[in-house]
């Protein structure tokens, strides 16, 4: 990956992709300070609390002083945290409004006043909307279609239009992201299906035929951890889709029966949801060189492994796994 390290100040680092980075930031000698409000438990970052490289606050993105904070000391952002999904955002649209665009400014000139030096922006491909094209690329226009995609997309601008001399900037558009992480998701495509097959014994499938580009949170990590080692001129104001591979939802469906066992049923069910997104991520590999490695069979292995291992109790119920229902639970305002 290179040598060059960083003083990373990663914005929710206790969620699902931050609590697989961040010990992973650790491992490849730079130090971490972590934002975020620990609504899914203290616990996901307790096997490297003990490290001196780590610096953890608890604070709201929304609070200037906790960002200041967590700021200090640092010279390069991660900015993960937001809310995630459009369920969790049309739960309190308010709410996510407040967190995913309007703290999004005060942020990024918070950190050009800390002396930042890059500035790593979790977008989303959402923000395209759904195209006809078979493969839709980063010239793609703009077409987002819920409130959670268009503040992401909106926060690209505000990026772009703050983006200077010496503060380099890059975006990138994840897909959908799955497998095992110390803070579990399982309200996203993949782990859904898993977590059906192996607890209830029956996949359930709305449709099917949608495409939906996926990526291993493993090879989500391995992005973040690329692009810090980045020369600047290769990636400033850059945009980059970053996936694995588009697959129907049907197929997603298949593979997880093949892995967990051909005995479980899959229930096809009507949907007036026939979104499809099929999503190029040829640009990264051609311009640096970064291709996602790790497949959907990898990302339910590793998901088999974590509910054979007891490492995810009651996963049908518990609300830490679900943005939506733990957010209610908290009632975050």
Not at 29 to 51: M, Q
Not at 130 to 138: C, G, I, L, S, Y
Request: aromatic share 8%; charged share 25%.
């Amino acid at each position: 990956m290179g040598s060059k390290t960083w003083n990373v100040m990663v914005t929710g680092g206790a969620g699902y992709v931050g609590s697989a980075l961040v010990p992973k930031l650790l491992e490849a000698g730079h130090r971490v300070t972590v934002l975020d409000l620990y609504l899914f438990g203290d616990d996901v970052l307790s096997p490297v609390r003990g490290n001196p490289n780590l610096r953890e606050v608890r604070g709201d993105l929304r609070d200037s002083k906790a960002v200041a904070d967590a700021l200090r000391g640092c010279d390069s952002v991660i900015h993960l945290a937001c809310i995630s999904n459009d369920p969790s955002f049309e739960l309190n649209p308010t709410l996510g409004k407040s967190i995913n665009y309007d703290a999004f400014l005060p942020l990024v000139q918070a950190s050009k006043d800390a002396g930042i030096k890059r500035f790593i922006y979790a977008s989303s491909s959402s923000v395209y909307g759904v195209k006809p094209e078979a493969e839709v690329t980063e010239t793609a226009s703009l077409e987002p279609l819920t409130d959670y995609s268009k503040f992401k997309a909106m926060c690209e601008e505000v990026l772009d239009r703050e983006h200077t001399r010496g503060f380099v900037t890059c975006t990138v558009r994840p897909s959908t992201v799955c497998g095992y992480a110390p803070r579990q998701r399982l309200d996203v495509v993949v782990n859904i299906l898993t977590n059906q097959a192996v607890n209830v014994r029956a996949i359930n499938v709305l449709g099917g035929s949608q495409m939906r580009p996926n990526i291993h949170i493993g090879d989500m990590v391995d992005v973040y951890l690329f692009l810090l080692q980045q020369e600047d001129a290769a990636i400033d104001g850059k945009v980059y889709n970053v996936g694995y591979d588009n697959f129907s939802v049907m197929d997603l469906a298949k593979t997880v029966q093949r892995i967990v066992g051909p005995e479980v049923p899959i229930n096809v069910k009507p949907t007036n949801d026939l979104r499809s997104y099929h999503v190029s991520s040829a640009k990264i590999e051609r311009e640096l060189g970064f291709r996602a490695s790790r497949s959907i069979e990898d990302a339910v292995g590793d998901l088999l492994k974590a509910f054979s291992g007891g490492l995810l109790p009651n996963s049908l119920q518990d609300p830490r796994y679900f943005n939506i229902k733990r957010m209610q639970e908290v009632n975050l305002q």
